[in-house]
């Protein structure tokens, strides 16, 4: 089955990509975002780090300043920004269908998987042996996102300055509760006055300290000048809008007009357009806002299964906003939108769920791009860039201390099995440097010999 959809889902890239303009090979190209689609685990640390190690290290496609300077942009905007960051890096080599191309394939191989696993939850509920493999997969994907966090942290935050507002970062959401929203201004507004207090702590912002040297080695390296497509163009950014809003005007007024407004599914489209202007920082800071009003407001899904939910979106590829997937497939299933066959309800409103989530995302990245590659020697928009993404390093730590917390002590009480794999996933993971996929398989293994233990 998976060959097969692989197989799809070529044969509509090659049709989706355009001339082979690009110094970075189109093929080669599409089978990483296709591979990536597959492997990206650890939440939007790991997935950026993955990127990074292949796309700038292995590969050198691209520069780590030029690099950083997309991710910085996408940290800005709400949505999934590691989704954010393929489409942007698929739009500069390839143009914007080389972008849509990176930015589905991102998420479509985690929608079959968390689909059918919807499927398998829906239909024959919880197994010891499964809950067993949860308990094993939980420490690993806490492992993943501490080894993440640190490889980011240790290479973004290059002097004392960015330091400090990552702390900052951190004590205000940790501390204080403060929105993120709120935590993103701050951080702009410090880099705005750190640009005058101290310009050189704030213009250059590196992944690596190799970084603050030009790369000449890269396809598209410091230098290499901005292709035509990625200047901005007011008459292309019009069209890009008009499409975008287009799309999102066609779906909502299809639901309207055939099923009306009070209907489940037209709900379900409102309710996540909103909740993809909303995701700010990523998935956990818009789940409380899906958690309200999914659960305790529209009842498409109790708080239980909201929660089960939450687990399959940690330990499936892709990014953590996908568990909107699940909460679709459950809605449908539950509030009979296919009252013949409940799987079809569930699978056609986790895919509507899906396309009113990822559109404003997509559409966001190719509205924004233009203006941003523009600005890349503008050091007035470097340095608020640059404490955004310290402030987001502080961030990344609380959710991992807070996702530990939950792991390690769900009940009160330290659970010594868990704490023993996430120390070991964590020591094959930073000393042994054992792949995602083998540290998963075995963290999932060894819980499932716990419980049948």
Known sequence: MPLGIAGICAAYARRLMPPDTSPAPRREAFAYWLKLGFISFGGPAGQIALMHEELVVRKRWISERRFLHA??????????????????????MHRTRGGLVAGVFFVLPSFFVLTALSWVYMAWGQVPVVAGVFHGLKPAVTALVVQAGWRIGSRTLRNRWLWGIALAAWAALALLQLPFPLIIGGAALAGVAGQRLAPQAFTRSSLHAEADAPNTDALIGDDTPTPPHARFAWPRFVRTALVGLGLWGGGMGLLLAGLGARAVLTQMAWFFTKAALLTFGGAYAVLPYVFQGAVEQQHWLSGAQMMDGLALGETTPGPLIMVVAFVGFVGGWTQGVSAAAPWLGGVTAAALVCFFTFLPSILFVLLGAPFIEST???????????????????????????????????????????????????????????????VLLASGAAGALLALA
Not at 71 to 92: D, K, R
Not at 400 to 407: G, I, S, Y
């Open 71 to 92: 991710l910085n942009f996408c940290m800005l905007l709400p949505g999934p920004e590691a989704q954010q960051l393929a489409t942007y890096l698929g739009w500069l």
């Open 376 to 438: 890349r020697d503008q050091p007035r928009l470097a340095a608020p860039l640059a404490a955004i993404t310290a402030a987001v390093v502080g961030v990344i730590a609380n959710l991992a201390l807070t996702f530990a917390w939950q792991v390690f002590r769900p009940a009160g009480a330290i659970d010594g099995p868990a704490v023993l794999i996430g120390a070991l996933a964590l020591l094959a993971l930073l000393r042994w440097r054992l792949g995602v996929i083998p």
